[in-house]
């Protein structure tokens, strides 16, 4: 064998490897491509992260996720054991009970090996432990930047479950009905918005969890109020003196199942509260409580929102 035949084998030898490092390169280039799209980021309330893109299995703690969901054309398998709104009952039937809000049984949840939980206010307490599970999400709601916040959420579930033209469109559909309730409202007048529960009464006001009465469709308030997560306890004699043009209840025991106590209109119905231009006027309009104490923050929730109020002006 002569001296120059040693480095022309060695070049044979590495042009005919070369397109097994190309096939392996491409491979790897492939793999890297498929796990990058396996995980998309989104915005939760507690910032940026980086989740599993089209989850198989979902648990959702919090009622207004699982209405975008539903809406956005996904499913959920685990709920908790709540009241749903009639839209969510279908949900609600075929999804397994996985403990409540404040109590998650995290034996069903890890039986259902999610990819996927979310979690918000009521919840909210329990995401440390859940996301021992599998990736764990806060969607909770900004109250005081209500619907902006409700956008955010429809996005970003648009964005994990590849509907983001859906959501889009969920949102522009919401947001012509808001724009259009504000014509309704520009001439109602003043109101104030109470809750009934257990005999007791609060109001609330702007930037409060149920101000989108003000803050967005812009009836005026009948009087200021600290925006307080569980509103401002007060008397009846407080409501005859801010006498407002509309009255809007939300009925708490009604809501969540609780009976044995008075019903909204009942607690309501005396002589101070009597006094005011909306009860005399029969401008008294009792808001869905499922849909405003228990499913706020989803997008039929918005939608509906948004008709108790509009419709109980116009009729």
């Known amino acids: 064998m002569s001296p120059r035949s040693t480095p022309i084998k060695r070049l044979a030898a590495v042009a005919a490897a070369l397109p097994l490092v190309a096939v392996l390169a491409a491979c790897g280039s492939d793999s890297e491509a498929e796990e990058a799209a396996s995980t998309v980021t989104v915005t ?8 599993p893109a089209q989850p198989q299995t979902i648990v959702s703690y919090d ?5 975008i969901i539903d809406a956005l054309g996904g499913d959920v398998a685990g709920v908790p054991d709540a009241t749903f709104p009639d839209y969510l009952t279908s ?3 075929e999804a397994e009970v996985v403990g409540s809000f404040f109590e998650p049984d995290f034996e069903a949840v890890a039986e259902l090996d999610p990819d996927l939980i979310i979690v918000s206010g009521r919840s909210l307490d329990s995401m ?5 599970i599998a990736t764990t999400i806060d969607l909770s709601v900004d109250e005081t930047d209500y619907w902006a916040s409700v956008q955010s959420n429809v996005e970003a579930l648009g964005t994990i479950l590849g509907a983001q033209d859906e959501a889009t469109s969920l949102v522009s559909d919401v947001q ?6 504000t014509e309704v409202t520009a001439d109602a007048g003043t109101g104030l918005i109470v809750l009934t529960t257990g005999g007791e009464v609060s109001a609330y006001g702007a930037g409060s969890r149920f101000g989108i009465i003000h803050d967005l469709l812009g009836v005026e308030p009948a009087v200021d109020i600290d ?9 009846f004699e407080y409501v005859g003196e801010a006498n407002p043009d509309w009255l809007f209840v939300i009925d708490r025991d009604a809501a969540i199942g609780e009976t044995g106590g008075e019903s909204a209109e009942a607690i309501l119905d005396n002589a101070v509260v009597g006094s005011t231009t909306a009860w005399s006027e029969g401008q008294v309009i009792y808001l869905d ?8 923050g989803g997008i039929t929730a918005m939608s509906e929102m948004v008709s108790n109020v509009t419709e109980g002006i116009e009729s």
Do not use: K, N, R
């Open 44 to 51: 939760t309330a507690q910032g940026e992260v980086e989740v």
């Open 91 to 93: 949900v609600q039937d």
């Open 128 to 132: 440390d432990d859940l996301a021992e």
């Open 289 to 296: 409580g499922v849909v405003w104490y228990l499913a706020g």
């Open 63 to 67: 009622l207004g996720t699982i209405d």
């Open 176 to 181: 012509t009905q808001i724009d259009e309730a």
């Open 227 to 235: 925006a307080e997560t569980h509103g401002e306890p007060v008397s």
